[in-house]
């Protein structure tokens, strides 16, 4: 059969047609729903919650869709019965989930798509891949040829029947999926489930997606029946102060189209031997470094012979570079001892000569740290074209340089507690 190319204006305009989870955080993470036919793989440290988003998802979707509707969910790693028992915990039991998900505990890849065939499922889940085999392999479950050739079979089943797949993966220390990066560009989209194990919140990223923005993040808490979407995410990550901290700094990020608040924390202490320790969680390691060397040679800020820790609070993992300049505040306010001043929000990138650059979309950032009750701001000198936005209830201090940023956070006393915004009282 001969091939033809289309001319671009001969395309239809086909909207990709979207399954819809039913959980907001997930569809907004997959772009609006599951696209049927698509392969996806959600990752996450073992222990993440991963079989739990997937079990709540499977209830979820034959809860939104036609009374046919059913999901087959595949387990590798667990019995019927304990699949079962986090389904009673769950509280998925007593609704549609009970009659139109079921459990198949098989780990060959042939057999679940002999079953998934004769099902007929909207959604196919496996879980995991790690513990997927293919007969025609001899590798042990989870070796890179098992993990891969699991992979393209689903992958082939999902676009010959038309349904959505979903692949759990467990993501080594190091970040990678099993060893083998090569999974990620087999499948359509690559999600992942982020967190510290000890604390509660998870955020939901795409780092890859054929079907939607890799920039819209979502945020659940892990609950005791399960992960719990976040009503108000912009203030899940900030953390109680009962008095105001030095080395804490507020900080109006950006998620995709979603302002989040974090709090950035610096420890600085002087070193005892050796090379002094440098160590950043949830922020650029490389930032940190770099800031350390332009705050030493641009704002008298000698951190040579200091150990410093530097985090995110609550687990999250952020990379913008206006992150720059809170962090910075951050490390002068642990260095000095001095709390910046309860009610302030800071953003900004720090160049080399220690010059301050402006970050997109500040207005919506600024506005979303005054409805939580925020009433100054430290920020970059905006672009002419694009002046300093004006904020009902926000003081903003425009800054010209590190220096000049350093000098207005500690302009003013820190007061103590009755000062800080009613949020965090
Ligand atoms: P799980 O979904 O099994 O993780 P993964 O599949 O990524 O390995 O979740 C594991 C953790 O979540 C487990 O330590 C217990 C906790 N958990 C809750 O806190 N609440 C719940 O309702 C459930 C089901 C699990
Ligand atoms: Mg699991």
Redesign the pocket.
């Known amino acids: 059969m001969a091939v033809a190319a289309q001319r671009l204006g001969e395309i239809g305009e086909s909207d990709v047609p979207r399954l819809t989870v039913g959980i907001g955080e997930l569809d907004r993470v997959l772009g609006g729903g599951l696209v049927p036919g698509s392969l996806i793989l959600l990752g996450?440290?073992?222990?993440?919650?991963?079989?739990?988003?997937l079990l709540q998802a499977a209830s979820s979707l034959v809860r939104g869709s036609a009374a046919s509707a059913t999901v087959l969910y595949a387990t590798g790693e667990e019995s019927a019965a304990q699949v079962r028992l986090?389904a009673g915990?769950?509280g998925l039991l007593l609704g549609p989930a009970a009659e139109r998900v079921s459990i198949l505990a098989e780990h060959d890849v042939g057999r679940i798509i002999d079953v998934a065939r004769a099902f007929g499922p909207v959604t196919l889940i496996v879980?995991?891949v790690q513990t997927a085999t293919t007969d025609e392999l001899d590798g042990p479950a989870g070796s890179v040829g098992q993990v891969r050739e699991s992979t393209v079979r689903l992958m082939d089943f999902a676009k010959s029947e038309g349904v959505a797949v979903i692949l759990?993966g467990?993501v080594t220390k190091d970040g990678s999926i099993a060893g083998p990066k090569t999974l990620e560009h087999l499948v359509d989209a690559v999600v992942n489930?982020e967190g510290e194990?000890f604390a509660a919140l998870r955020v939901l990223r795409a780092s890859k997606n054929r079907f939607g923005s890799t920039e819209e993040v979502g945020v659940f808490e892990?609950?005791?029946?399960?992960l719990v979407e976040v009503a108000d995410p912009a203030r899940a990550f900030l953390v109680e102060h009962a008095t105001p901290a030095a080395g804490s700094v507020v900080a109006p990020t950006m998620e995709g189209s979603r302002p989040l608040l974090v709090e950035v924390q610096a420890l600085v202490t002087p070193a005892t031997y050796g090379n002094p320790v440098r160590r950043a969680s949830g922020l650029d390691q490389n930032r940190l470094n770099l800031l350390t060397a332009v705050l030493g040679r641009r704002a008298g800020i000698a951190l040579g012979s200091h150990d410093i820790y530097a985090n995110l609070a609550g687990g999250l993992v952020v990379s913008e570079p206006g992150l720059d300049l809170p962090l910075a505040l951050a490390l002068a306010s642990s260095l000095r001892d001095r709390p910046i001043a309860p009610g302030t929000v800071v953003i900004g990138e720090v160049g080399l000569l220690g010059e301050l650059r402006g970050v997109a979309g500040l207005e919506r950032r600024l506005r979303e740290a005054a409805r939580l009750g925020f009433s100054r701001a430290i920020v970059p000198q905006g672009r002419r074209d694009r002046p300093t936005p004006e904020i009902a209830g926000v003081r903003i201090d425009v800054a010209e340089t590190l220096r000049d940023a350093i000098e207005r956070a500690f302009s003013e006393p820190a007061g103590r507690s009755d000062a800080v915004p009613a949020m965090l009282g």
Do not use: V
């Not at 892990?222 to 399960?226: K, R, V």
């Open positions: 996450g440290e073992p222990g993440i919650g991963k079989s739990t988003l986090r915990r769950l879980d995991s759990a467990h489930l194990w892990m609950a005791e029946a399960g």
